[in-house]
């Protein structure tokens, strides 16, 4: 399984590092990072299996940021393989398929409570509310038209939601952050490579 990481951060954050070094150790597999700017539609497709959307320090409710990433939302809408959105990604992923993302005008940081609002294979082991990282000052306004929403928070209506056909997935919060007093994250991405590998070839 090859995974590639789209990298929304600004360059040179430590983010992205720490989100790379987990991937590799969840999957055991080839992981590899591209800048989001750099994006090659073709060449990306045909050479990974499975793709994750970083967060990013950019915000989506200011104008001109979602046409900045307009390569990445093209990728989004037209693959028919496994993806997770991370924050950003997550809210990217809404906007591509029509959805708004607005400004809560406050910064949420730290570990909050989320709590499933469907049983799903994503949440496997979890109880049904977890404590998650949270890191973020925006939020999607509704769920898109062809998602269900599969888990909410006080602080987020839309914490986690899922396609209904293509095999996609977004979580508001930062699944990569995690510790062992915290490991509900890293569940959760174990969870979705397994639920990609039903979808690779």
Do not use: W
């Amino acid at each position: 399984m090859k995974t590639l990481i789209i990298d929304n951060y600004v360059p040179n954050s430590p983010q992205t590092e720490k989100l790379y070094n987990v991937i590799s150790e969840v999957t055991l597999d080839v992981v590899e990072i591209k800048d989001y700017s750099t994006m090659s539609q073709s060449d990306d497709l045909a050479r990974h299996d499975v793709f994750i959307l970083s967060g990013s320090q950019r915000k989506l409710a200011e104008p001109d940021t979602f046409v900045e990433f307009s390569n990445e939302v093209d990728f989004i809408r037209r693959t028919e393989k496994p993806i997770l959105g991370i924050c950003f990604g997550h809210q990217l992923i809404a906007q591509a398929f029509g959805s708004n993302v607005r400004s809560s005008g406050k910064m949420v940081e730290g570990y909050y409570m989320v709590r499933k609002t469907i049983e799903d294979e994503l949440f496997k082991g979890l109880p049904e509310k977890f404590l998650v990282m949270e890191s973020h000052e925006e939020y999607v306004d509704e769920v898109p038209y062809e998602f269900e929403k599969i888990a909410d928070s006080p602080n987020c209506a839309i914490e986690t939601m899922k396609h209904r056909m293509k095999p996609i997935c977004a979580v508001q919060f930062h699944t990569e952050r995690f510790d062992d007093k915290h490991p509900a994250g890293r569940v959760v991405l174990e969870n979705f490579f397994k639920f990609a590998s039903l979808f690779i070839g």
